[in-house]
């Protein structure tokens, strides 16, 4: 592993049984060429010691507010304006909840509260400390008001005896996360996120029905990328799956319309990946058409645009993502749709490519945003593209919260 560029870190270790690992992460911060800091809260000194931490970082070990030494700044403006970044590891119930209230009653959390560089916490704790609803509404607040970027605990053997959630990620994860951006640090945690797939079945008679070659893996990839950044997932789908997130069957346009608008007031975006038959047939005859000798005309009206519906009612900051599957002029075409639709983001393909699209597993588009951006994303798995996706939804939450700090 080698370091993009050396980093000033301060490393503030919370009292929980993991903060021992804490010796080897110096080390090893220290060896990439880091300069570390060590600030221990008072209770942690009673799971690590300061000299082997002074002697692993070749600094300071911190804990106090108040030093008899005079020193120009106070002891947490001079460490809150020299650090590039703070790790909190372990951080503990207690720190998160002081993190998420402004407490100031520790050396660290003056220090947090002093800066304005990223924040990465890696929290670890007994399952139940973890699961607490006031926990999980602190990490909410953290991420999605402060921004502070989250290294997830894992499930596992923890010391206090319980298996579950909770226990701290490993150290070579943390590295790899604060140094390398490599681990998703839940980016969309706090955010519900609506995602539609496969395509619309608009019923002739009880057998038959008008539909498409969709095959919902698109959506459904997105509904997986969103969940594992961390997001609350809806996933109204024409194709029946299992998963951890909710999954709600619809079979028709106007079923799926319904679905959404019920969860739409309470959803922070919504990506429109399935297939949405334009037409139905006016009259679904209650039993099967029976086979004549003369021809029969379906006479066919117009679905409801569920993306337009949208576009038009949403509130500012909810963000809405549509796909456009284009057999022609697909860039002007889905330009064209992003405006009309008043959306924030269109991804085009184009359907006659064979190999991507429908029913296959890769994809390639272009992506166009409402800022005039414009993407392109050679063939690649469909995963791969729902990763980018949501990614770039991640982005767009940030860029919102930016607007609204300045
Ligand atoms: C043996 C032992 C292990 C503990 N481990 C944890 C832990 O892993 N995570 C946690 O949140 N609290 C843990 N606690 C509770 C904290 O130490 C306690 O809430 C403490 O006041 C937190 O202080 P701090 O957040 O200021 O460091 C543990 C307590 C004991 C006695």
Not at 28 to 46: F, H, M, P, Q, S
Not at 214 to 237: P, R, W
Not at 279 to 302: M, V
Not at 389 to 394: A, M, Y
Request: hydrophobic share 40%; charged share 25%; net charge neutral.
């Amino acid at each position: 592993m080698m370091s993009k560029q050396t980093k000033n870190i301060v490393l503030g270790i919370s009292a929980g049984i993991a903060a021992y690992r804490m010796y080897d992460l110096v080390g090893e911060l220290k060896r990439l060429g880091n300069n570390v800091t060590v600030i221990l809260t008072k209770d942690a000194r009673n799971f690590v010691s300061e000299l082997p931490l002074k002697v692993l970082s070749s600094n300071p070990v911190y804990c106090e507010m108040f030093s008899a030494e005079l020193q120009s700044k106070p002891i947490h403006i001079e460490l809150a304006d020299s650090t590039d970044l703070i790790l909190i590891s372990p951080a503990t119930a207690d720190i998160i909840a002081k993190m998420a209230t402004g407490i100031c009653d520790e050396l660290i959390t003056n220090v947090l509260l002093a800066s304005r560089c990223p924040v990465y916490i890696a929290p670890a704790m007994n399952t139940n400390m973890w699961e607490h609803f006031t926990t999980q509404k602190n990490i909410e607040t953290l991420v999605t008001k402060l921004g502070y970027k989250i290294i997830p605990p894992e499930e596992g053997d923890l010391a206090c005896g319980y298996t579950g959630m909770g226990h701290i990620a490993s150290n070579e994860k943390i590295i790899k996360t604060i140094l390398y951006g490599e681990f998703d640090t839940k980016p969309l945690y706090g955010k519900k996120v609506i995602v539609t797939a496969g395509g619309t079945r608009e019923a002739i008679d009880p057998v038959r029905f008008i539909g498409n070659r969709s095959s919902g893996k698109m959506g459904i990839a997105l509904a997986d990328a969103a969940y594992n950044m961390g997001a609350e997932v809806v996933l109204v789908s024409t194709v029946p799956c299992e998963k951890k997130y909710q999954v709600i069957e619809v079979e028709s346009a106007q079923e799926m319309q319904e679905v959404i608008e019920s969860e739409f007031d309470k959803a922070d975006a919504l990506i429109m990946a399935a297939a949405v038959s334009d037409f139905r047939p006016i009259i679904a005859s209650k039993q099967k058409i029976k086979k004549k000798n003369e021809d029969i005309n379906l006479e066919l009206t117009r679905n409801p645009d569920i993306l337009e519906i949208l576009g038009r009612t949403k509130r500012d900051k909810q963000i809405i993502i549509g796909f456009s599957a284009e057999s022609e002029n697909i860039e002007k075409n889905a330009k064209e749709k992003l405006e009309k639709k008043k959306i924030d983001m269109i991804i085009a393909n184009d359907i006659t490519v064979p190999e991507t699209g429908f029913e296959s597993d890769e994809n390639a588009v272009i992506i166009l945003t409402r800022d005039g951006k414009k993407e392109i994303l050679q063939r690649q798995p469909k995963t791969q593209i729902a990763r980018y996706i949501t990614t770039r939804l991640s982005e767009i939450f940030d860029s919102i919260k930016e607007v609204k700090k300045t």
